[in-house]
């Protein structure tokens, strides 16, 4: 029983080691949970700052989502769809609430949802469900942490980040917010490039970078970031989704909020310059008749902006051959028989008037007008819906197919052909910008737009730069959808109507905060 | 462990080895608390002072971990020099390079912090000269080059050097102490906050 093992025993040991180590990857019970088809999931999918007006599905001559196009064949397509706000913190409350900026009151920087107001929301509504959320957009996180008692899991934002694999996160867990942030001060660059780590904290950022340029080939214009110094691939986050719904537990409701598009517009190698000397003029001058710059601030230049638009464009390819992929896998999986699929976006971005993003107090169409597309389960046929539609209405729509109850509080209505009756025309959507305003003060400084039918009044309130308590602008968008001629002052009648309406909504919404 | 090996204890006595840690710690732990203290109050602000005392926290004690890599490799290098050098000598040129690297990576840090403009003239010198980047590049060097050179051979060849730079070594482990009980406290409060949550 004594006797040691000899040189040639350990030798022999050592060799079927590996072995045995992979034979017994195979013998293990994979983590998956046996489908119920009786029930039916929910996956929602959003791409950030998604200009309905850059994808091909929605008119726009580059083919710049093929892939969702693909997929519409086999879905309802909504081709007049409205975000509840210009940036992501309000755009995404109004979908994941089911309310207005006004009533949810996200809508200044570092925004929340107001206190009293976190439980109305979609997690909150689908206790049944197992849910679970990721979004590489901090902002999204401050949602993510209000709603967190109605959440069974939150991937953290970090973990589907690249080089990132070295932080206090892990080390500190029960330290959530602290930690992180101190291992942010200390070793990774803030906006003014300084840290508190004097050595460490340039080895770590020469490290990460030998990480981030084994990405040169693949990315050539750079890896796609968060603007923070956190780089990702969009690859790892659908993968991460994909294996997500594959193990967990029926039925689900899942929120997947991805950075793509958004700016830098930092696309994969086989997508660089795909629309380059493509011909297309797509841009045409238009008037900037307001005092108001936003995002990226340039002089009407026009080389600039077609340049601008077609690096974006070619992001969005990036995307869409990533949702081609996640889209493909799921219906070879069989996953979308008992699932509703719904793909959105939370904004949209400009490129006009000398105005580039999406932080701005104007609301044209390319900034406020999102895609939405929805897959019922095995739905083969596509239907379109061209009645105006806002991001509110996805909730009250998602809790009625799923057979459950809509509360009072949701301001948005089941979309057609959902809600089984013809929508009406003249239904008014609404968006606001209203970062300025306080969160429990009244919307002032504002914009506040209203779609009615074939008119957009937006009224632009407060502004102490355009001389006057309000603006406004309206417009047809059935004969000028571009947004060129304001017919304001023309079409008085019409102008009138809307602007009263306008203001009287304000008012009402305003109510409860004034002082 | 390292004095069983008769090159260690040539090369460092234990109070030189001491001296060497506090000199390591003292621009570190500067820097640190400079930059946590204009955290604070942001920190405090948004969430609570007893989180922005955690901030500082973590700081200090990833300060003194840093202080230790730091020590580390400067004693390893020391290793490198030549071996009829005194503990003194050794320790006199290892600590002032150490902190002419810590001035630089200061220099550094608060220039991209606060953002300092190139004087108009040296730009304008740069620009005329019809080769800006090689001249930049080459200043630098330059500049490096004097800042570490000089008090090297100084050290090297005088003793007067040698003595006063022990001198100020020994006053900044004075103020280095009080940093390292700052770490400790730090230390404490860090494992607090984590078992309290």
Redesign the interface.
């Given at each position: 029983m004594n006797r040691s093992i000899s040189r040639r025993e350990f030798l022999k040991m050592m060799a079927l080691l590996p072995p045995s180590l992979y034979v017994s990857r195979f013998l293990q019970e994979p983590e998956r949970i046996q489908q119920d088809q009786n029930v039916q999931n929910v996956i929602i999918v959003l791409f950030d700052t998604l200009s309905a007006k850059n994808i091909s599905l929605y008119g726009y001559p580059r083919d710049t989502m093929p892939n969702l196009a693909r997929v519409a064949e086999k879905a309802t397509v909504y081709h007049n769809h409205y975000s509840g706000g210009n940036w992501t913190t309000p755009g995404t409350a109004s979908l994941l609430t089911g309310t207005y900026p006004w009533t949810h009151r996200a809508i200044n920087e570092l925004g929340t949802v107001i206190e009293g107001r976190e439980r109305n929301n979609i997690f909150n509504l689908f206790d049944q469900y197992y849910r679970l959320g990721y979004s590489h957009n901090t902002n999204v996180y401050r949602f993510f942490d209000q709603f967190a008692p109605d959440m069974d899991f939150i991937e953290k934002q970090k973990d589907l980040f690249i080089a990132n694999n070295l932080s206090f996160d892990r080390l500190f867990p029960n330290d959530g917010d602290i930690a992180p942030l101190s291992w942010d001060r200390m070793v990774e660059e803030g906006e003014k490039g300084s840290t508190y780590s004097l050595f460490f904290a340039p080895l770590y950022d020469l490290y990460r970078q030998s990480i981030v340029n084994s990405y040169a080939d693949d990315f050539p214009r750079g890896l796609p970031h968060t603007g923070e110094d956190d780089y990702f691939i969009l690859e790892d986050g659908i993968n991460w989704m994909l294996s997500q719904i594959e193990t967990i537990r029926n039925p689900f409701l899942g929120y997947f909020h991805y950075l793509p598009p958004h700016r830098p517009y930092n696309t994969r190698h086989e997508f660089v310059d795909a629309f380059k000397g493509d011909g297309i003029r797509h841009y045409i001058e238009k008037p900037r008749r307001l005092p108001f710059g936003g995002g990226i601030d340039k002089p009407q230049d026009f080389e600039y902006q077609a340049k601008e638009r077609r690096d974006y464009d070619e992001f969005i390819l990036y995307a869409d051959s990533e949702f081609g992929r996640l889209y493909d896998t799921l219906e070879k999986n069989g996953a979308l028989e008992n699932t509703w699929f719904v793909f959105t976006s939370d904004h949209g971005e400009l490129f006009e008037r000398g105005i580039f993003g999406h932080r701005t107090p104007v609301l044209y169409q390319p900034v406020i007008q999102i895609p939405l597309v929805i897959v019922e389960p095995g739905q083969r046929e596509r239907r379109d819906v061209y009645t105006p539609t806002s991001a509110v209405d996805v909730l009250p729509t998602l809790l009625k197919v799923t057979g459950q109850e809509i509360p009072a509080w949701v301001e948005g209505e089941v979309l057609p052909p959902f809600s089984g009756t013809t929508p009406s025309p003249d239904r008014s959507i609404y968006a606001v910008e209203a970062t300025k305003s306080d969160k429990t003060g009244p919307l002032n400084p504002a914009t506040v737009m209203l779609v009615k039918g074939r008119y957009k009044l937006t009224a632009y309130l407060g502004y102490k730069q355009l001389g006057a308590d309000a603006v406004f602008e309206l417009y047809d968008l059935e004969n000028d959808p571009e947004e060129l001629t304001d017919i304001y002052d023309s079409a008085s009648k019409v102008a009138q109507e809307l602007r009263d309406e306008l203001l009287a909504k304000v008012k009402e919404v305003d109510r409860p905060y004034l002082k | 462990m390292l004095y069983r090996f008769p090159f260690f204890t040539r090369a460092y006595t234990r109070r030189s080895l001491f001296q060497l840690f506090m000199v390591c710690a003292f621009?570190?732990h500067v820097?640190?608390i400079l930059?946590?203290f204009r955290?604070f109050s942001w920190?405090a602000e948004r969430?609570n002072t007893w989180?922005a005392v955690?901030?500082l926290s973590?700081?200090m004690v990833?300060?003194f971990f840093?202080t230790f890599?730091?020590f580390l490799i400067l004693v390893l290098t020391g290793l490198f020099m030549p071996k009829g050098w005194s503990a003194e000598k050794r320790l006199g040129l290892l600590g002032v390079l150490y902190l002419i690297?810590?001035v630089w990576?200061?220099l550094i840090?608060?220039y991209?912090?606060n953002?300092y403009p190139l004087p108009g003239w040296v730009a304008k010198f740069l620009v005329e000269s019809g080769h800006p980047l090689r001249l930049m590049w080459g200043g630098m060097f330059l500049v490096t080059a004097l800042t570490v050179t000089v008090p090297v051979i100084l050290l090297v060849r005088s003793e007067k050097a040698q003595r006063a730079s022990i001198e100020i070594f020994d006053r900044l482990a004075i103020l280095s102490s009080f940093y390292l009980l700052f770490d400790v406290v730090g230390a404490v409060v860090?494992v607090v906050?984590?078992?309290r949550?």
């Open positions: - | 621009p570190i820097w640190t930059m946590a955290d920190v969430t989180d955690g901030l973590y700081a990833f300060a840093e890599g730091m690297l810590a990576a200061i840090q608060s991209s912090l953002g860090l906050r984590n078992i949550a």
